[in-house]
């Protein structure tokens, strides 16, 4: 930008064509922004989150298990949460234990079929090369052929090569989440949830420089007392709701290694029914709201129900310069509008339900 000569700055200038899409006059918005949660009061849609706490406390198996929960269509206490999210879990430290986790989550909750939307990585990682983790992110949505909803980072120590103590250190890794949830994706942000440790002398704040706890739009403090654990967000920028979710581990037998030697893992059972902060009606995302638009318009400009060939040229008439594979990815969403019923078929033509 220093090089610029703003004497000749003009809407022909590059500058321009790259910084203006991103300007929006409030009175074209088109109505409020609301805001959305993966899992309301714990998690929103677009989030950086943190979840910390100290050695043994449960933290990286709380996270598994609510990206866990995410994947399955599953609520935080259990109930249908109705979408399906689909996760990058970065498993930058005990990766074997991570799968094991996974494992045993399904074994206990159904029966051991595996997630076709979960994704794990673990390969090298360092949120302080730039754009490493973003380039991860998009590498998995590629993989997928979908949007990646959530990313986790297992931990935030073992992700990056400088000292989470160091300012300078942790400025570049918050800067790197940040980058991944706005840009990962090809279109569409992204959520981020980092577990953390807590400090040495202090289990109630995050270890290291303060710039994550000051960046998390959401920080959730895990701790443990006897053999139960405690999950509590302490901060949330978006709602006063301060909700709170017990449990314990429970072994799950994952079968016999060659050896003959029994491979077990933990699952989360609840003590007692957490409470959420938001109203269920919160999780309908904007994507979703965006699509049945998109579908509603187009069926008025038919005069009555479409075609898919109508459907998706119309997504892609709405998707303006996004490339094709971005083009392929969002029609791809808007398809599953039909999952949810929000979209209804008959003998090839496409309508909302009433």
């Not at 139960?228 to 290694?257: F, H, I, Q």
């Not at 609840?270 to 269920?280: C, I, K, T, Y």
């Not at 999780?283 to 060939?309: M, S």
């Not at 594979?325 to 909302?352: H, P, S």
Request: net charge negative; with cysteine.
């Amino acid at each position: 930008m220093s090089s610029i000569d703003y004497d000749k700055f003009d809407v022909d200038h590059p500058a321009f064509a790259r910084i203006s899409p991103f300007l929006t006059v409030h009175s074209k918005k088109g109505g409020p922004e609301h805001k959305y949660w993966l899992v309301p009061g714990w998690l929103g849609q677009y989030d950086i989150a943190v979840a910390f706490g100290a050695s043994g406390a449960g933290k990286s198996v709380f996270a598994t298990d609510l990206a866990c929960r995410l994947a399955a269509g599953l609520d935080i206490d259990g109930g249908e949460g109705g979408i399906r999210w689909n996760v990058l879990y970065i498993a930058a430290e005990r990766q074997g234990q991570v799968k094991r986790r996974i494992d045993a989550f399904c074994k206990h909750h159904g029966g051991g079929d595996p997630f076709d939307n979960l994704m794990i990585y673990d390969g090298p990682i360092d949120l302080l090369r730039p754009g490493e983790l973003r380039a991860v992110v998009r590498s998995a949505c590629l993989s997928l052929d979908d949007t990646i909803d959530l990313v986790v980072i297992d931990t935030l120590a073992a992700a990056m090569s400088g000292s989470d103590s160091n300012p300078e250190a942790m400025a570049r890794a918050v800067h790197a989440l940040n980058d991944a949830a706005r840009w990962g994706n090809p279109d569409v942000p992204c959520t981020v949830l980092v577990v953390h440790h807590s400090g040495a002398s202090d289990e109630k704040r995050m270890r290291g420089a303060t710039q994550l706890h000051a960046a998390a739009d959401t920080v959730i403090q895990i701790a443990r007392k006897g053999d139960t654990s405690t999950a509590r967000v302490v901060k949330n920028n978006e709602s006063e709701a301060r909700p709170d979710r017990s449990y314990k581990m429970e072994t799950v037998s994952l079968g016999e290694s060659a050896r003959g030697i029994d491979t077990t893992a933990p699952v989360l059972v609840a003590v007692e029914p957490g409470r959420q902060g938001e109203p269920a009606a919160s999780k309908v995302p904007r994507a979703t709201l965006a699509a049945a638009a998109v579908l509603q318009r187009a069926i008025e400009a038919n005069g009555g129900p479409v075609t898919e060939e109508q459907w998706r040229a119309a997504v892609y008439a709405d998707a303006g310069d996004l490339s094709e594979a971005g083009k392929r990815q969002r029609f791809a969403r808007a398809r599953r509008l039909q999952e949810d019923g929000t979209v209804t078929e008959t003998n090839g033509l496409y309508a909302l339900a009433a």
